[in-house]
């Protein structure tokens, strides 16, 4: 890479602008709100539809005999999810393992772009004609929020199918402190909506923090990029599987809460 | 960076996906480990079961096997005894069998006697007649005689 400022500042930049597809003409311009952001949604399905395809894959062939290799890791990753479901969730409910799962292997996979080389896809779709490509979707804001939202919304709609309005908005009034009413209103519509905003803020944080070291990492002489970019890669696997983990993990725990009374 | 409609895409998408997995990939993987787990749990219970069954064989086996020691043991004590009774009455026949001989040799010898005995008597007589006839060298009426003579044979033999 080059050595002036000007040169890697512009590199910087370039690296964290999304494809921008505007839903109002159809081009790669930004149509405010209505724009999609074409890397973000294509690398997401992409990867969604790989986890769909092979965890599928082992769903068809799966025995209850001695399982092959690929069924078995498939049962090694349900099994582990399912575990934590049950540790946290005393309910029965057919949604949140798969949920669960969903969201461990996508955001580990979506996060795994990562790994590659800052270059590499952006490269290639450049070559294909694209002005902007990000490869890694969950360093996108927009990929968090509407993963957490979803989350929220179905946060919503099991604290009113178990409670029904009148048990939440007892809640909302009764809790934590008894009689305090405009108070407890005002913590827990806070404590509600910190929910999706730390679940999402959490991942996109952590990735896009990752993705501009590695992208910091490429501005330095190639001969020494191995060092840094090595040691950092190594500590991002950690980093990338403990966020999947963490995003799994606090879905679990914010839906059981939603099924649990507060007495 | 600003907030877009990737954002509902994203929601949608994410719905699709826990859909299809919900629907196709969970169940049928968490159906299937759980009938292996009811198969192993089977059998471990059919190796308990069998265990047990062998335990209860093994028992039977060795109250039989105790049972057949003693009923040899009775037989063994029944062929004794009546090895015993046996001996014994083939003692009391062979004891009878004796006497009965010595019985019989008695009789014969006594018989024997009496023939000797007889005549020794009619010897005797013939003797004295003999002698008497000798000493009176007369003609006396043999009959008296005789009769004489019987009666001293007879005291004799009385005293003998």
New interface residues.
């Given amino acids: 890479m080059s050595e002036n400022p000007a040169d890697a500042s512009a590199y910087i930049q370039h690296h ?1 602008v ?1 494809l ?1 597809l505007n ?1 109002h003409n159809f081009t790669f311009t930004s149509g ?6 074409v890397d ?2 294509g690398i ?2 992409v990867l ?1 539809v790989l ?2 395809w092979l ?2 894959l ?3 062939k ?4 001695v ?1 092959r290799s690929w ?1 078995n890791f ?2 090694i990753m ?2 582990f999810v ?1 575990s934590q479901v049950k540790e946290t969730y005393n309910g029965k409910s ?2 949140i ?3 669960a ?2 969201i461990f292997v ?1 955001v580990f996979l979506m996060n795994f772009m990562d790994l590659l080389p800052v270059d590499l896809l952006p490269r290639i779709m450049g070559a294909m004609g694209a002005p902007y490509f990000r490869a890694v979707p969950t360093a ?4 968090t ?3 957490a ?2 989350v929220f919304c179905l946060i919503i709609f099991y604290s009113l199918k178990i409670k029904g309005f009148k048990g939440v908005g007892h809640e909302l009034m009764h809790s934590p402190f008894p009689y305090l009413l405009p108070v407890n209103f005002i913590f827990r519509v806070i404590e509600e909506f910190a929910k999706p905003l730390s679940l999402s803020l959490r991942l996109f944080g952590n990735l896009y923090a990752g993705e501009l070291i590695f992208i910091l990492i490429a501005l330095l002489p190639w001969w020494i990029q191995w060092t840094l970019g090595g040691a950092w890669a190594i500590f991002h696997i950690l980093i990338i599987t403990l966020q999947a983990f963490i995003f799994m993990m606090l879905t679990i725990v914010y839906l059981s809460m939603a099924h649990e009374m507060h007495s | ?11 949608l ?6 859909w ?3 629907k ?10 759980h ?2 787990q ?2 192993i749990a089977d059998g471990l219970a059919a190796a308990e079961q069998g265990e047990r069954d062998l335990e209860i064989a093994r028992h039977k086996a060795a109250e039989e096997l105790r049972d057949a020691r003693i009923k040899a043991a009775e037989i063994l004590e029944q062929a004794n005894s009546r090895a015993a009774q046996i001996i014994e009455e083939g003692k009391v026949k062979s004891r009878e069998e004796g006497d009965r001989l010595i019985a019989l040799a008695h009789s014969d010898i006594e018989q024997e006697r009496e023939e000797v005995k007889q005549q020794l008597r009619r010897e005797v007589v013939d003797f004295a007649i003999f002698g008497a006839e000798k000493i009176l060298q007369k003609n006396i009426d043999e009959s008296v005689q005789r009769d004489l003579l019987n009666n001293l044979v007879a005291e004799v033999e009385k005293s003998a």
Avoid: H
């Fill in positions: 964290l999304n921008p839903l405010g709100f209505w724009t999609l952001d973000t949604l997401a399905i969604g986890f769909c965890f599928r082992a769903a068809k799966a025995t209850a005999g399982p069924q498939v049962e349900i099994d399912d057919q949604l393992g798969p949920l799962l969903t996508w996108d804001p927009n990929l929020i509407g993963l939202l979803s | 960076m600003s907030l877009n409609a990737t954002l509902l895409g994203q929601m998408t994410f719905a699709v996906f826990v299809f997995t919900m196709f990939v969970w169940p049928p993987v968490t159906k299937a480990m009938e292996r009811k198969k």
